[in-house]
């Protein structure tokens, strides 16, 4: 089974090609970060003006890298939610006319499980059922994968996704966008300890997490150092920060996977390439005998691979089931 898949959720162009699911042939992406660092976040019209400008070639690239022809395709998935709205469209649009061009299947995948299965990529073995912890720009949720379709969120955030309150410190910081991996670099060596920030509990649901005070507390901080003349020790303010989500995040996911009873720990999306939290993950994992899987730093932010994967998984529909298929800015898992 031959998959070609496009990813245009949010401003990377992807587009993949798997084999049987794990196999990738093909991983091209555009990133267009540097066109919306300008303007210090994502612009939406300007993420899906540049998905129609790139997709084209690079599915053609995709072939290429494959070394195959369009008439090889078994199927064609695009992720149609959740995501901006514009950008979301380009990618369902385009896969839509090349299914039915081709006469192929169209595969619709959710954004989020297509992160869940960057893991399958990199594990050969690994098999539902599992704890995954996804955590992206978007997203901050406890996941029970029960099967590869079956899932239900059993924790999340109540604001700020952890990837959002990493762009918005690094932004206030000078960082540029989006600054989670130049936040994580400016950490290396910093003091952990150097600010005591706050870490939020919410009553009644021990599973769900709250960023938006901890994002709120940084940013005080900054201003106030600012205001008063007084020179900020940036890394160690980076390092406390990364400590603080860390602390967010790594105990409930053990406790996660205590209550479902979970031998295996995944971790999805982009913030899951953090030196921090991969750490802490890893001491706590081994600390609670838990086997922890951590994709590689490629594969954790968005990609094409995670949703050709993905789909092979996915129901096979008919050849013209989904040709009215529409995209959405949210939808549950
Ligand atoms: O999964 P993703 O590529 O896109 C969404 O689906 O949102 O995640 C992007 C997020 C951004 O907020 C980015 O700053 C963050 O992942 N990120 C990081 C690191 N690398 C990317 N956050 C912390 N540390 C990193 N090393
Ligand atoms: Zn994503």
Same mark, same amino acid.
């Given at each position: 089974?031959? %998959?070609?898949?496009?990813?245009? #959720?949010?401003?990377?162009?992807?587009?993949?090609?798997?084999?049987? =699911?794990?196999? %990738?042939?093909?991983?091209?992406?555009?990133?267009?970060?540097?066109?919306?660092?300008?303007?210090?976040?994502?612009?939406?019209?300007?993420?899906?003006?540049?998905?129609?400008?790139?997709?084209?070639?690079?599915?053609? =690239?995709?072939?290429?890298?494959?070394?195959?022809?369009?008439?090889?395709?078994?199927?064609?998935?695009?992720?149609?939610?959740?995501?901006?709205?514009?950008?979301?469209?380009?990618?369902?649009n385009f896969a839509k006319s090349?299914?039915?061009?081709?006469?192929?299947?169209?595969?619709?995948?959710?954004?989020?499980? =297509?992160?869940?299965?960057?893991?399958?990529?990199?594990?050969?073995?690994?098999?539902?059922?599992?704890?995954?912890?996804?955590?992206?720009?978007?997203?901050?949720?406890?996941?029970?994968?029960?099967?590869?379709?079956?899932?239900?969120?059993?924790?999340?955030?109540?604001?700020?996704?952890?990837?959002?309150?990493?762009?918005?410190?690094?932004?206030?910081?000078?960082?540029?966008?989006?600054?989670?991996?130049?936040l994580d670099d400016l950490s290396?060596?910093?003091?952990?300890? #150097?600010?005591?920030?706050?870490?939020?509990?919410?009553?009644?649901?021990?599973?769900?997490?709250?960023?938006?005070?901890?994002?709120?507390?940084?940013?005080?901080?900054?201003?106030?150092?600012?205001?008063?003349?007084?020179?900020?020790?940036?890394?160690?303010?980076?390092?406390?920060?990364?400590?603080?989500?860390?602390?967010?995040?790594?105990?409930?996911?053990?406790?996660?996977?205590?209550?479902?009873?979970?031998?295996?720990?995944?971790?999805?999306?982009?913030?899951?390439?953090?030196?921090?939290?991969?750490?802490?993950?890893?001491?706590?994992?081994?600390?609670? #005998?838990?086997?922890?899987?951590?994709?590689p730093l490629a594969l954790c932010?968005?990609?094409?691979?995670?949703?050709?994967?993905?789909?092979?998984?996915?129901?096979?529909?008919?050849?013209?089931?989904?040709?009215?298929?529409?995209?959405?800015?949210?939808?549950?898992?």
């Amino acid at each position: 089974m031959t %998959i070609l898949a496009i990813e245009t #959720s949010c401003d990377e162009t992807g587009v993949a090609v798997s084999r049987n =699911g794990r196999e %990738i042939l093909a991983n091209q992406i555009f990133s267009q970060a540097d066109l919306h660092a300008l303007y210090g976040g994502v612009v939406p019209e300007i993420a899906s003006r540049n998905h129609i400008t790139v997709l084209a070639k690079l599915v053609e =690239g995709a072939l290429l890298e494959a070394g195959l022809q369009k008439s090889d395709l078994d199927a064609i998935a695009v992720t149609y939610a959740p995501g901006l709205i514009g950008a979301l469209l380009v990618g369902v649009n385009f896969a839509k006319s090349m299914a039915y061009a081709l006469g192929v299947p169209l595969i619709p995948v959710h954004h989020i499980h =297509g992160h869940i299965a960057a893991n399958y990529i990199a594990y050969p073995n690994l098999a539902p059922p599992f704890l995954c912890l996804v955590v992206s720009g978007g997203h901050s949720q406890l996941v029970d994968v029960r099967d590869y379709t079956d899932m239900e969120v059993i924790g999340s955030t109540r604001d700020d996704a952890a990837g959002e309150c990493f762009d918005k410190v690094a932004r206030v910081l000078g960082l540029g966008y989006p600054g989670g991996k130049a936040l994580d670099d400016l950490s290396q060596g910093g003091d952990d300890q #150097s600010y005591p920030l706050p870490r939020s509990t919410i009553d009644g649901a021990p599973l769900d997490m709250s960023f938006s005070g901890l994002k709120t507390a940084v940013i005080n901080l900054i201003h106030n150092a600012e205001q008063k003349g007084e020179t900020l020790d940036r890394s160690g303010l980076a390092a406390s920060f990364a400590a603080a989500v860390s602390d967010a995040l790594v105990p409930r996911t053990m406790q996660a996977a205590q209550k479902l009873a979970y031998q295996n720990i995944c971790v999805a999306g982009g913030v899951a390439a953090n030196s921090r939290i991969r750490k802490d993950l890893e001491a706590a994992a081994q600390q609670d #005998s838990r086997k922890l899987y951590l994709p590689p730093l490629a594969l954790c932010g968005d990609n094409a691979a995670m949703i050709a994967c993905q789909a092979y998984y996915e129901k096979l529909p008919d050849s013209l089931e989904h040709l009215g298929l529409n995209a959405y800015a949210t939808k549950p898992l």
